[in-house]
């Protein structure tokens, strides 16, 4: 390839040479700065290796090394995972499960509502169904029920025949509903991924979880989904060593790796190690046909193209979503696991309708949240707590997110229903919110609450919002101040406007799949003009980049009008600008799409 890449440029000395020119205020306000890469690494991967210099740069800038390359850019589950029993539990809840299997008892699952907890209960009745054995699947409403098991839960799966209980995405906090199930004679296996503050619960058989402290196996970045993979490995293998297989066709777990990925892109997981693994691998089962619901919601989703972390995070995950927010999350489960062709496209088409309907409903709170802060003077508080009655709590955290984009402050939306309110928070970079809800809930200042860094939920008193929003101001102030201070924006170089193209976009993905913890690379177009902007949907820009030498580039920036990016994008002035190069699949062939993400007049 012979993209007419800026830079690297690299010297006799094998040094790069890619530093960015003088620039004014960011729009953003964020410092740019140039990711750190060993330039003789970029020269040996470049050289050695085959690969295209700037491409050298970015992995080279994320720790690989040329004995790492081929590996990283063809990552394989054969070479990375793991012996299942490095997760602590794991051989005692797996061979409870695969016992229960070969004796003809009874297996029931207790799912969490969101879109990991859907996948990781479609994980495990999938792969009952290719064993031919039954499976009870319990999925809570979240408006009645509430978020983790129940005792009246656990029996209702009882009921229905089930000995041995396994809860997914949940369960590793649910110390009485466990022993109380435990002492009606089930037998309760838990695979869960949130954070443990202590011992697992004393009436399981088995709490398999990489986030609990006793867990050694470092594989805590895992979701609830890929914990779910894993114990199907360990089931599978328990099975065949038992001959169950002798008579029967044995399944293949790798063909449930496409919903494994959607839980791991949906519960936000760090695109590193096994997790980046599972996902690259899960996406090229779903390019490959995949899940029938998948790939129907995916019709109706409108994907188009190689399937991406884009389409799983964006496109399908709140549709998904959509079932356990607003309606009931039985509905997604059905699509993700019926064999019923007719009933996955009725399913698919309802999915879509409710996630329209959420969208709906979280404008509408989003509007009056900002109504409230805007006659509140909320703005003006270093983290942003609104409150609203009849708010739906399905869309709160959605909501928070918003508002946190929009005044880049930490912000907590909570839905008031008479005397208590469930709120969800979302924080910024180098902020705790989840240390300080969960503070505040030992405290006694709220009902529940815990999180982690970025996103937090809780459950409040009425009358008690107004002193979370002083002493969350008060705790939280000095850290908000800092992380302003030390925000920055990391570039993997500079580019010429003619290598935004597809072909250039294709190159960059080889590094994929890209998510938090591997960061989608940023590339900086330096001394240009943007012509013809224009606003496209809801407040984004369309426009076109003009180099210095009359080269042209299309462009957009996401809601962005209205906003310092906007101005500066409209003030008609020299510009140097940062963002993401896509294939422009609108105009098809080699064409592409630079996204800005944010601007800065040349000096």
Known sequence: ???PFAAPHLGDEGFADIALPPISET???RRWILREANAREILTISQKAGVEPLLARVLAARGVTYDQTDAYLNPSLRETLPDPYVLKDMEAGAGRIADAILNDERVGVFGDYDVDGTSAAAILKLYFTAIDTPLEVYLPDRMSEGYGPSIEAFLALKKQGAKVI??????AAAHEPVEKAAAQGLDIVVLDHHMMNGPPPEGAVATVNPNRPDDLSGLNNLSAAGVAFITVIAVNRLLREAGHFADRVEPNPLQLLDLTALGLVCDVMDMTGLTRVLVAQGLKVLGQGGNPGLAALGVRAGVKGAPSTYHLGFLLGPRINAAGRIGHARLAFELLTTDDASRRQYLAEKLHVMNAERQAIEAGVQEDALRLIETEQLAADDVIVVAGEGWHPGVVGIVAGRIKETFDKPAIVIGLDGDTGKGSGRSISGVDLGGAITAAKNDGLLIAGGGHAMAAGLTIAAGQVGELRRRLNETLGGEIRAAYANRQLELDAVISPAAVTKTFADMIAQAGPYGPGNAEPVFALTD???????????NHLSLTLMGPAGENVRAIAFRAEGEALGKALRAGKRLHVVGK????????GDAGQFQISDAALAV
Do not use: L, N
């Open 581 to 588: 190069v896509k294939a422009d699949d609108w105009r098809g």
């Open 27 to 29: 729009a953003s306000g």
């Open 528 to 538: 240009i003009r943007a012509e013809y902007v224009k606003v496209v949907g809801q």
């Open 166 to 171: 396994v809860t997914v995405d949940c369960g």
């Open 1 to 3: 390839m012979t993209a």
